[in-house]
């Protein structure tokens, strides 16, 4: 039984940092667009472009991450982790 919340614990650690990672790589989408469309030298538009792009692939998968973590727990809510 305490191995079973140990597991908990520990994904409950992973799981709030996965959702504060999540709102952090949101924040920095947000930024990314914000300077994509202040933007007016070529050269800068292609990199916000490529900023933008990066940080969707990684805001995809996070998100991912954060959904796996809760349909595990859904599926069953004592076996987290293990």
């Known amino acids: ?3 079973i919340l140990e597991n908990s614990v ?4 992973r799981y709030a940092l996965l959702l504060e990672d999540l709102d952090r790589t949101k924040h920095d989408l947000d930024s990314a667009y914000k300077n994509l ?3 007016v ?6 990199c916000y472009i490529y900023e933008v792009q990066s940080v969707q692939m990684r805001y995809k998968f996070l998100l991912g991450r954060v959904k796996q973590i809760e349909d ?3 599926k069953n809510p004592l076996e987290v982790g293990s």
Not at 10 to 13: A, E, L, S, V
Not at 41 to 46: F, G, S
């Open 1 to 3: 039984m305490n191995r």
């Open 10 to 13: 520990f994904c409950d650690k």
């Open 37 to 39: 469309s202040n933007a």
């Open 41 to 46: 030298e070529p050269d800068l538009i292609d």
């Open 72 to 74: 595990s727990y859904a």
